[in-house]
């Protein structure tokens, strides 16, 4: 794999402070990432949704220091100092200096805020460490010229992979494919790709409700979670299905086949939980409340004819999956009925999203 690419070759220039902001995006896989191999290599591709309103907002300032062997830096999260915070940004640093040996010329001080509450089970490493990968992208591109937008953002999100492998696509949006597929144009293992082909109309705006079912911190790590595919009885048959899966949704999209988008994107996350279900040690993640939930869409969709459904992520959160021309009756839904099967009816309105975005520099 050619992970020369991103090696920094040009002189660098010599610039005594700068600093950047920038807000990236949360996702919600649609064909799920579970199992990898080192140094963050997914055992099967997959595709998310780039989410809208779910994201982080991050300023790193950088003043220059005598170069030492050591990465140096301070994290604030929603103004306060977090050393909490540290060792899975220093091991992120760790991970990268190879691509980004301007780290070592730096103070950074990095400053952080989610737009969601930050124990409501909704993972943050994606936005969170796509985030940081736009700030030193936007550092070295002051210190070395000849970066176009292209290569920051597929440098972006090959150190943010580095980090999470979701995060290698919080970087654009609104569909991102992150994992070699021979029915994806470009794809890679490296790098997240924007889905490569024209999406139908049904997707455009497409809505996702997050249900609050469970707010404490993810019972599961997604390092442990991941560790579990190493000799699970199912793993081989779950990568060749997930890779199967993709090819089938990448069709689904272009057509705008909802009725087996549904199926496709349900089985998913049913299937994510199957693992875990099956794995040593096993885990069920789900709480009763999931499962109420679920029932009820289902209920719903059968009954109003609706194109509703859910998917889930590693946790007993449920994201309501919609599209926009359902806006209305859905909300009402999930306002009258859903919402009383989260914790304090709390539960975010989103929609997917674009991507990155600069705020300022
Ligand atoms: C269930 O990206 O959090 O959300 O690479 O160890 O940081 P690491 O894992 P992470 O795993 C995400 C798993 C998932 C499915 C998905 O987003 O594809």
């Known amino acids: 794999m050619n992970t020369d690419q991103f090696l920094v070759k040009s002189q660098l220039e010599s610039i005594d402070s700068a600093s ?11 064909v799920k990432y579970w199992g990898k191999s080192n140094p963050q290599i997914p055992k099967n591709a997959s595709i998310s949704f ?51 040996p301007y780290i070592f010329d730096y103070e950074m001080t990095i400053n952080s805020e989610n737009s969601f509450p930050h124990s409501s089970g909704i993972a943050s490493s994606a936005s969170g460490l796509s985030a940081i990968a ?6 070295e591109k002051e210190l070395s010229s000849e970066i176009s937008t292209e290569f920051m953002d597929k440098k972006a999100s090959f150190l943010a992979r580095l980090g999470s492998g979701s995060a290698s696509r919080s970087i654009q949006g609104p569909l991102v494919v992150w994992g070699k597929h021979l029915e994806i144009e470009g794809s890679s293992d490296l790098f997240g790709v924007q889905f490569p082909y024209k999406v139908h109309s049904v997707f455009e705006n497409y809505q996702d409700v997050i249900l609050l079912v469970d707010k404490g911190e993810k019972q ?26 993709l090819g089938k949704m990448s069709k689904i999209l272009q057509e705008g086949d909802m009725k087996n988008f ?85 539960y975010i309105s989103d929609r997917v999203g674009l991507g990155a975005k600069i705020l300022s520099n």
């Open 20 to 30: 950047f902001t920038w807000q990236t995006p949360s996702n919600i896989a649609l």
């Open 50 to 100: 780039t989410l809208n309103n779910c994201h982080t907002i991050t300023t790193i300032d950088f003043i220059r220091k005598e170069k030492s062997k050591n990465v140096t830096f301070k994290m604030f999260f929603e103004g306060e100092q977090k050393d909490e915070f540290k060792p899975k940004i220093a091991e992120f640093f760790k991970r990268v200096q190879r691509y980004c």
């Open 134 to 139: 736009m700030c030193l992208m936007s550092l």
């Open 220 to 245: 599961v790590s997604s390092t442990l979670g991941h560790n579990l595919m190493i000799d699970h009885p199912y793993a081989e048959n779950r990568f060749k299905q997930a890779n199967e899966n």
């Open 262 to 346: 549904i199926n496709l994107v349900e089985s998913e996350a049913l299937t994510l939980h199957a693992m875990m279900m099956t794995s040593d040690p096993y885990f069920i993640l789900m709480k009763p409340n999931t499962l109420e939930i679920i029932n009820k869409i289902w209920e719903y969709r059968q009954e109003n004819k609706s194109n509703i459904c859910f998917t889930l992520d590693a946790g007993a959160n449920v994201h309501v999956l919609f599209p926009e021309n359902e806006k209305e009756a859905i909300h009402q839904f999930i306002k009258q009925e859903l919402s009383l099967y989260c914790d304090n009816n709390q």
